[in-house]
T-cell receptor, first 112, second 112 residues
Framework: DAGVIQSPRHEVTEMGQEVTLRCKPI?????LFWYRQTMMRGLELLIY????????DSGMPEDRFSAKMPNASFSTLKIQPSEPRDSAVYFC??????????FGPGTRLLVL | QKEVEQNSGPLSVPEGAIASLNCTYS??????FFWYRQYSGKSPELIMF????GDKEDGRFTAQLNKASQYVSLLIRDSQPSDAATYLC????????????FGKGTRLSVIA
C-alpha cells in the first residue's frame, strides 16, 4: 500500500486566497483525521470522519475552515480566506477501527 | 479538557546511554497509549503502544505505563544518533473509536 497520500506537499499563497489540501487515506481505513502542527500548539486535531461522515469538527478553528469527504478514498480541507496565522503543517491520518493510526507526509502551508 | 503533557526538551544524552522520555495525561479514562517518533520535516511514525500497566519491550525501546499515576514513559537503550528526533506521546480515551490526543513532544538529541 502507498500509505496516506497528501497533496500538495508545499503551498505558498497570499493572504485572502483560497487553499485546498487533499488527502487519500489508506484503502480500507474507515477513519480519517485532519491535524495541524505548529511549534507553539503542537499537533492539533481539526476534524475527523468515520465512514465519510464528519464525527467531530470542534477543533476547526474558524468558519474559514471546512472539510469534506465525498467518498472513502478522498478528503479535502479548505481554508477560505487564508490568513498568515494559518501557516502550519497540515497532516492527514487514517486508521481502521481500533487499529494503528498512520500519518501522511503533510502539507507545509505558508500564507504571506 | 483532555491534556497530554511532555517536557519539550531538548533532552541530550550521550551515544550509547539510555534516554528516558516522560508523559503525563489528565484523563483517568484513558485506555491506550502511543509513542510516535517524528524526524525534522517528516510525519509522525508509530514506535509502539501500550495498554496495560507495566513494561512493554520492543528491541531497544521500552514503554512503561502507570495508570494510577497517569504516567507513561519511553526508554531508549543504547541511544544512537539516528534516534535524534521529537517523540510524541499520544493517548486514546477508550479502546474504541476516539481520536488520539497528542502531547507537544520532547526533542531528543544524541551526542556522539
Amino acid at each position: 500500500d502507498a500509505g496516506v497520500i497528501q497533496s500538495p506537499r508545499h503551498e505558498v499563497t497570499e493572504m485572502g486566497q483560497e487553499v485546498t489540501l487533499r488527502c487519500k487515506p489508506i484503502s480500507g481505513h474507515d477513519y480519517l483525521f485532519w491535524y495541524r502542527q505548529t511549534m507553539m500548539r503542537g499537533l492539533e486535531l481539526l476534524i475527523y470522519f468515520n465512514n465519510n461522515v464528519p464525527i467531530d469538527d470542534s477543533g476547526m478553528p474558524e468558519d474559514r475552515f471546512s472539510a469534506k469527504m465525498p467518498n472513502a478514498s478522498f478528503s479535502t480541507l479548505k481554508i477560505q480566506p487564508s490568513e498568515p496565522r494559518d501557516s502550519a503543517v497540515y497532516f492527514c491520518a487514517s486508521r481502521e477501527t481500533g487499529e494503528t493510526q498512520y500519518f501522511g507526509p503533510g502539507t507545509r502551508l505558508l500564507v504571506l | 479538557q483532555k491534556e497530554v503533557e511532555q517536557n519539550s526538551g531538548p533532552l541530550s544524552v550521550p551515544e550509547g546511554a539510555i534516554a528516558s522520555l516522560n508523559c503525563t495525561y489528565s484523563d483517568r479514562g484513558s485506555q491506550s497509549f502511543f509513542w510516535y517518533r517524528q524526524y525534522s520535516g517528516k510525519s509522525p511514525e508509530l514506535i509502539m503502544f501500550i495498554y496495560s500497566n507495566g513494561d512493554k519491550e520492543d528491541g531497544r525501546f521500552t514503554a512503561q505505563l502507570n495508570k494510577a499515576s497517569q504516567y507513561v514513559s519511553l526508554l531508549i537503550r543504547d541511544s544512537q544518533p539516528s534516534d535524534a528526533a521529537t517523540y510524541l506521546c499520544a493517548v486514546k480515551l477508550n479502546s474504541g473509536n476516539t481520536p488520539l490526543v497528542f502531547g507537544k513532544g520532547t526533542r531528543l538529541s544524541v551526542i556522539a
